[in-house]
C-alpha cells in the first residue's frame, strides 16, 4: 500500500527500549518529526541500536570531511543505488549542511557528471567506485583520491560511509521504506 512507511510494519518511539527511545527522541525534538527509518527498524531492536552506533561513530566525527562532505557521499552512492529514502532524507541534510538547496538533487540524479569542487568530485568518485563495482576498486582509485588532497583517514570515511549505507539502501529498498514528508522540503525554503 503507498501511505505504508514499510513492508515490515512500524515499532513506535515509546514502545522501544528506552536508550533507543532517548536516541530517537532527541532526533525528532532537533528535526521536529521521527524519521521513518527508526520506526522501520524498530522492531529489531538489537539492530537498529548497532546501525545507529556506527551511523553515529560515522557521520558525528568531528574531524576529517565536513558533516556535508559525508552527506554527499551518502546521497552520490545512494543516487546510484536507487534508494529512495535515503536520497530524500540524506538529501534533505545534504541541502542544510551545504546550505546549497540544488546540490542534493543535482549529485542524486547524476553523480558522475554534477559540477562539484575538485575535492568533492574526488571524494563523490571514490565513493561511486566503491559503491557500484566494488570488485574493481583498486590503488588507482585511492590515488586519485590523495593526488586530489583527501588523507588516508578522509579516504577510511568515505569509504565506511559508502559500505554502511550499502547496508542502509539494501534494507530500505528490501522494506520499501518511506521517506517522511518533512524531509522533501528540508533546505529547500528559509527556515520559518
Known amino acids: 500500500m503507498a501511505d505504508e512507511v514499510s513492508r515490515f510494519g512500524v515499532t513506535e518511539p515509546e514502545d522501544l527500549p528506552e536508550d533507543l527511545r532517548t536516541r530517537i527522541e532527541a532526533v525528532a525534538e532537533k528535526s521536529g518529526f521521527v524519521p521513518n527509518v527508526f520506526r522501520a527498524l524498530g522492531h529489531r531492536p538489537a539492530e537498529l541500536r548497532a546501525f545507529l552506533d556506527y551511523h553515529d561513530a560515522l557521520m558525528d566525527r568531528a574531524d576529517g570531511l565536513s558533516k556535508a562532505e559525508r552527506e554527499l557521499v551518502v546521497v552520490a552512492t545512494s543516487g546510484a543505488n536507487s ?5 530524500v532524507a540524506h538529501g ?12 542534493a538533487d543535482r549529485v542524486a540524479t ?15 568518485d571514490l ?6 563495482d566494488p570488485a574493481t576498486f583498486a590503488a588507482e582509485d585511492l590515488n586519485a583520491a590523495r593526488d586530489a588532497g583527501l588523507t588516508d583517514d ?16 539494501r534494507i530500505a529498498h528490501l522494506a520499501d ?4 514528508d518533512e524531509f522533501y522540503l528540508m533546505g529547500r525554503l528559509p527556515r520559518a
Open 92 to 103: 534533505a541534510i545534504l541541502r542544510v549542511r551545504s546550505r546549497d538547496p540544488q546540490l
Open 83 to 87: 534508494c529512495t529514502y535515503c536520497v
Open 177 to 180: 521504506l518511506r521517506p517522511n
Open 154 to 169: 578522509e579516504i577510511w570515511d568515505v569509504g565506511a560511509i559508502t559500505a554502511l549505507f550499502a547496508l542502509s539502501n
Open 110 to 124: 547524476n553523480p558522475w557528471t554534477v559540477e562539484l569542487s575538485e575535492r568533492e568530485r574526488a571524494i563523490v
Open 127 to 132: 565513493a561511486l567506485a566503491l559503491a557500484v
